[in-house]
Protein backbone atom coordinates (compact mmCIF):
# COMPACT_ATOMS: atom_id res chain seq x y z
CA UNK A 1 0.00 0.00 0.00
CA UNK A 2 2.72 2.42 1.03
CA UNK A 3 4.36 1.72 -2.68
CA UNK A 4 1.06 2.46 -4.53
CA UNK A 5 0.63 5.27 -2.63
CA UNK A 6 4.01 6.57 -3.47
CA UNK A 7 3.34 6.16 -7.28
CA UNK A 8 0.17 8.07 -6.80
CA UNK A 9 1.72 10.89 -4.83
CA UNK A 10 5.06 11.20 -8.16
CA UNK A 11 2.09 11.07 -10.71
CA UNK A 12 0.43 13.79 -9.50
CA UNK A 13 3.64 15.61 -8.53
CA UNK A 14 4.31 14.70 -12.38
CA UNK A 15 0.72 16.14 -13.52
CA UNK A 16 1.36 19.44 -11.49
CA UNK A 17 4.80 20.28 -13.23
CA UNK A 18 3.42 19.17 -16.53
CA UNK A 19 0.44 21.97 -15.75
CA UNK A 20 3.20 24.56 -14.62
CA UNK A 21 5.16 23.93 -17.84
CA UNK A 22 1.79 24.19 -20.24
CA UNK A 23 0.90 27.21 -17.97
CA UNK A 24 4.15 29.00 -18.33
CA UNK A 25 4.59 28.04 -22.59
CA UNK A 26 1.06 29.69 -22.91
CA UNK A 27 1.80 32.81 -20.67
CA UNK A 28 5.22 33.29 -22.31
CA UNK A 29 3.39 32.95 -26.11
CA UNK A 30 0.56 35.53 -24.48
CA UNK A 31 2.75 38.01 -23.33
CA UNK A 32 5.08 38.23 -26.07
CA UNK A 33 1.81 38.55 -28.55
CA UNK A 34 0.40 41.56 -26.41
CA UNK A 35 3.92 43.24 -25.92
CA UNK A 36 3.89 42.72 -30.35
CA UNK A 37 0.66 44.47 -30.34
CA UNK A 38 1.48 47.32 -28.03
CA UNK A 39 5.08 48.07 -30.04
CA UNK A 40 2.73 48.20 -33.43
CA UNK A 41 0.03 50.46 -31.32
CA UNK A 42 2.91 52.96 -30.36
CA UNK A 43 4.23 53.00 -33.87
CA UNK A 44 1.35 53.66 -35.10
CA UNK A 45 0.38 55.90 -32.81
CA UNK A 46 3.68 58.35 -33.05
CA UNK A 47 5.05 57.49 -36.66
CA UNK A 48 3.66 58.47 -39.55
CA UNK A 49 4.80 55.99 -42.41
CA UNK A 50 5.72 56.53 -46.20
CA UNK A 51 2.83 56.76 -48.16
CA UNK A 52 2.56 53.94 -51.18
CA UNK A 53 0.88 54.96 -54.03
CA UNK A 54 -0.82 52.07 -56.46
CA UNK A 55 0.33 51.36 -59.77
CA UNK A 56 -2.66 51.72 -62.04
CA UNK A 57 -5.47 53.52 -60.10
CA UNK A 58 -7.87 51.06 -60.94
CA UNK A 59 -7.93 51.14 -64.56
CA UNK A 60 -7.00 47.36 -65.39
CA UNK A 61 -10.21 46.72 -63.71
CA UNK A 62 -12.88 48.36 -66.10
CA UNK A 63 -12.91 45.47 -68.51
CA UNK A 64 -15.64 45.15 -71.31
CA UNK A 65 -15.17 41.61 -72.65
CA UNK A 66 -14.34 38.08 -70.34
CA UNK A 67 -16.77 36.71 -68.02
CA UNK A 68 -17.74 39.71 -66.31
CA UNK A 69 -18.13 42.85 -67.72
CA UNK A 70 -17.37 46.27 -66.50
CA UNK A 71 -21.04 47.94 -66.42
CA UNK A 72 -20.76 51.49 -64.64
CA UNK A 73 -18.72 52.84 -61.84
CA UNK A 74 -20.29 53.89 -58.62
CA UNK A 75 -20.08 56.77 -55.79
CA UNK A 76 -20.01 57.11 -52.44
CA UNK A 77 -17.15 56.42 -49.85
CA UNK A 78 -17.01 54.86 -46.35
CA UNK A 79 -18.40 51.37 -47.88
CA UNK A 80 -19.45 49.40 -44.51
CA UNK A 81 -18.03 51.75 -42.50
CA UNK A 82 -14.84 51.43 -43.78
CA UNK A 83 -13.41 55.25 -43.57
CA UNK A 84 -10.67 56.99 -44.27
CA UNK A 85 -8.95 54.93 -47.82
CA UNK A 86 -6.49 57.23 -49.61
CA UNK A 87 -8.41 55.97 -52.83
CA UNK A 88 -11.61 54.29 -53.39
CA UNK A 89 -13.06 52.53 -56.70
CA UNK A 90 -16.38 51.12 -56.76
CA UNK A 91 -17.90 49.39 -59.81
CA UNK A 92 -20.65 47.47 -60.86
CA UNK A 93 -20.04 44.35 -63.38
CA UNK A 94 -22.35 42.00 -65.33
CA UNK A 95 -21.94 38.29 -66.41
CA UNK A 96 -23.67 36.99 -69.42
CA UNK A 97 -27.10 35.21 -67.49
CA UNK A 98 -27.49 39.50 -66.23
CA UNK A 99 -25.77 38.37 -62.97
CA UNK A 100 -24.70 41.99 -61.29
CA UNK A 101 -22.52 42.14 -58.51
CA UNK A 102 -20.50 45.22 -56.75
CA UNK A 103 -16.63 45.46 -56.86
CA UNK A 104 -15.70 47.94 -53.88
CA UNK A 105 -11.85 48.59 -52.97
CA UNK A 106 -10.71 51.23 -50.25
CA UNK A 107 -7.06 51.30 -50.56
CA UNK A 108 -4.71 52.86 -47.74
CA UNK A 109 -1.56 54.27 -48.84
CA UNK A 110 -0.64 54.49 -45.41
CA UNK A 111 -2.04 53.68 -41.66
CA UNK A 112 -1.39 55.59 -38.56
CA UNK A 113 -3.36 55.78 -35.57
CA UNK A 114 -7.11 57.18 -36.36
CA UNK A 115 -6.38 55.91 -40.03
CA UNK A 116 -6.49 52.22 -40.06
CA UNK A 117 -8.17 49.51 -42.09
CA UNK A 118 -9.23 47.60 -39.07
CA UNK A 119 -11.38 50.60 -37.32
CA UNK A 120 -14.46 50.36 -34.45
CA UNK A 121 -16.84 51.63 -37.13
CA UNK A 122 -16.51 48.41 -39.01
CA UNK A 123 -16.24 45.64 -36.02
CA UNK A 124 -19.22 44.67 -37.08
CA UNK A 125 -17.96 43.18 -40.22
CA UNK A 126 -15.89 40.65 -38.01
CA UNK A 127 -18.74 39.60 -35.69
CA UNK A 128 -21.41 38.54 -37.86
CA UNK A 129 -19.35 36.89 -40.88
CA UNK A 130 -18.20 33.63 -41.88
CA UNK A 131 -14.90 31.91 -43.21
CA UNK A 132 -15.43 30.74 -46.82
CA UNK A 133 -12.17 29.46 -48.94
CA UNK A 134 -11.77 30.72 -52.56
CA UNK A 135 -9.50 28.24 -54.61
CA UNK A 136 -7.96 28.02 -57.85
CA UNK A 137 -7.57 32.27 -57.99
CA UNK A 138 -4.96 31.87 -60.88
CA UNK A 139 -2.31 33.60 -58.47
CA UNK A 140 -2.63 31.68 -55.57
CA UNK A 141 -4.17 28.16 -54.63
CA UNK A 142 -6.48 28.91 -51.77
CA UNK A 143 -7.46 32.06 -49.74
CA UNK A 144 -9.55 32.43 -46.82
CA UNK A 145 -12.06 35.32 -47.15
CA UNK A 146 -15.34 36.50 -44.67
CA UNK A 147 -19.06 36.43 -45.62
CA UNK A 148 -21.60 38.45 -44.40
CA UNK A 149 -25.25 38.59 -44.74
CA UNK A 150 -26.90 41.96 -44.00
CA UNK A 151 -30.00 44.09 -44.81
CA UNK A 152 -29.42 47.14 -46.97
CA UNK A 153 -32.97 48.58 -46.74
CA UNK A 154 -35.61 46.36 -48.03
CA UNK A 155 -32.91 44.32 -49.71
CA UNK A 156 -30.84 41.07 -48.31
CA UNK A 157 -27.38 41.49 -49.38
CA UNK A 158 -23.86 39.34 -49.33
CA UNK A 159 -20.70 40.58 -49.15
CA UNK A 160 -17.25 38.99 -49.29
CA UNK A 161 -14.22 40.58 -48.43
CA UNK A 162 -10.22 40.43 -47.44
CA UNK A 163 -7.16 42.08 -46.65
CA UNK A 164 -4.78 42.46 -48.28
CA UNK A 165 -2.07 44.13 -47.27
CA UNK A 166 0.86 44.58 -49.54
CA UNK A 167 0.43 41.58 -51.36
CA UNK A 168 -0.06 39.59 -48.49
CA UNK A 169 -4.18 38.66 -48.06
CA UNK A 170 -6.00 37.67 -44.94
CA UNK A 171 -9.43 37.80 -43.82
CA UNK A 172 -8.15 38.25 -39.57
CA UNK A 173 -8.50 41.67 -37.84
CA UNK A 174 -5.68 41.00 -35.53
CA UNK A 175 -3.39 39.36 -38.26
CA UNK A 176 -3.85 42.76 -40.55
CA UNK A 177 -3.22 44.72 -37.58
CA UNK A 178 0.02 42.71 -36.97
CA UNK A 179 1.13 42.63 -40.56
CA UNK A 180 0.87 46.33 -41.31
CA UNK A 181 2.52 46.98 -37.88
CA UNK A 182 5.48 44.83 -38.51
CA UNK A 183 5.65 46.63 -41.91
CA UNK A 184 5.74 49.43 -40.47
CA UNK A 185 8.63 49.10 -38.38
CA UNK A 186 10.92 46.85 -40.71
CA UNK A 187 10.01 48.98 -43.93
CA UNK A 188 8.62 51.91 -42.91
CA UNK A 189 5.47 51.34 -44.83
CA UNK A 190 1.83 50.23 -43.89
CA UNK A 191 -0.42 49.98 -47.22
CA UNK A 192 -2.59 47.85 -47.58
CA UNK A 193 -6.51 47.73 -49.26
CA UNK A 194 -10.03 45.88 -48.24
CA UNK A 195 -11.87 44.66 -51.08
CA UNK A 196 -15.86 43.93 -51.11
CA UNK A 197 -17.46 41.71 -53.37
CA UNK A 198 -21.48 42.26 -52.98
CA UNK A 199 -24.69 40.64 -54.46
CA UNK A 200 -27.96 41.10 -53.94
CA UNK A 201 -29.22 37.58 -52.39
CA UNK A 202 -33.36 36.87 -52.18
CA UNK A 203 -32.97 34.68 -48.77
CA UNK A 204 -31.10 35.29 -46.36
CA UNK A 205 -30.78 31.57 -45.37
CA UNK A 206 -30.58 29.99 -48.91
CA UNK A 207 -28.27 32.28 -51.02
CA UNK A 208 -26.11 29.12 -52.72
CA UNK A 209 -26.40 29.88 -56.18
CA UNK A 210 -25.35 33.95 -55.50
CA UNK A 211 -22.67 32.68 -53.49
CA UNK A 212 -21.29 30.39 -56.09
CA UNK A 213 -21.74 33.35 -58.67
CA UNK A 214 -19.49 35.62 -55.87
CA UNK A 215 -16.83 32.66 -56.05
CA UNK A 216 -16.52 33.09 -60.09
CA UNK A 217 -16.41 36.57 -59.64
CA UNK A 218 -13.59 36.64 -57.46
CA UNK A 219 -11.86 33.70 -59.47
CA UNK A 220 -12.47 35.59 -62.72
CA UNK A 221 -11.17 38.99 -61.40
CA UNK A 222 -8.71 38.16 -58.51
CA UNK A 223 -5.53 38.58 -60.86
CA UNK A 224 -6.66 41.96 -62.05
CA UNK A 225 -7.66 43.08 -58.37
CA UNK A 226 -4.20 42.22 -57.11
CA UNK A 227 -2.21 43.91 -59.93
CA UNK A 228 -4.77 46.95 -59.29
CA UNK A 229 -3.71 47.48 -55.34
CA UNK A 230 -0.14 46.92 -56.55
CA UNK A 231 2.33 49.29 -55.19
CA UNK A 232 3.63 51.71 -58.22
CA UNK A 233 6.76 51.26 -58.71
Avoid at 190 to 219: K, Y
Amino acid sequence: MGNVKKKESRNSSNQYWDFLKCMNRFDLAYYLAVSILIAIGSYLLFYEPAPVLIANNFSGLKVTDGKWQFIREEGGRGYLGVEGADVEYSATYRNSSGCEILLHIAYYEYQTQGKEIIQYKAEWLHYESDILDIKNTGLINEMKVRKIIYKDGKKNKMSIYWYDINGRITSNAYETKMISGIDGIIHGTTNGAVVFVTIDIDSQVNHGREQEEAHDFIISMYPAIRKAISAKT
